[in-house]
């Protein structure tokens, strides 16, 4: 996946740890069956569990999902393991075996959106070499979100 919305980063050096920084404020978890953790999505960043028990969202922060696809004795052993005893419903199953995504995140993560064309981009971004963990995995050469568009859909 790829993550943005540091509000530090706009002034940062190229040295600077980011991913941590925000707005003093979160927003309340939301969670839906139907929304999951399929390639392309758009979900809010945010704290752990142990210091954010309520898995209240990031202000600012959010994440988009390259995701990997999985085979079916992967998608049980993340029900076991990751899930806390859920299973992943038939139908997303198949998304997770032929899309993929990051089925682990599921009902962790406040979904808000998903990418609907441009995809390529995402996985550019996301094969871009990087600082790795002790930077922040930070890409060593700074990537700028220049216009983004969001479109509002019901379901």
Not at 46 to 70: A, H, M
Not at 87 to 95: A, T
């Amino acid at each position: 996946m790829i993550q943005s919305g540091d509000p530090a980063s706009k002034h940062a050096q190229k040295d600077d740890h980011l991913g941590s920084n925000g707005p003093s404020y979160t927003i309340p978890a939301e969670f839906r069956v139907s929304l999951y953790h399929k390639r392309g999505v758009v979900a809010a960043a945010r704290l752990g569990d142990r210091e954010n028990p309520k898995k209240e969202s990031s202000g600012s922060q959010f994440y988009i999902v390259q995701g990997k696809t999985f085979t079916p004795a992967q998608l049980d052993s993340v029900e076991t393991a990751r899930l806390e005893g859920r299973k992943i419903p038939p139908d997303i199953r198949k998304v997770y075996e032929t899309v993929g995504g990051t089925p682990q995140l599921d009902q962790s993560y406040t979904i808000f959106g998903e990418v609907v064309s441009g995809m390529g981009v995402v996985d550019k971004i996301a094969a871009t070499k990087t600082s790795g963990n002790e930077g922040g995995n930070r890409p060593l050469e700074d990537i700028h979100i220049i216009k983004a568009s969001l479109v509002k859909r019901h379901k």
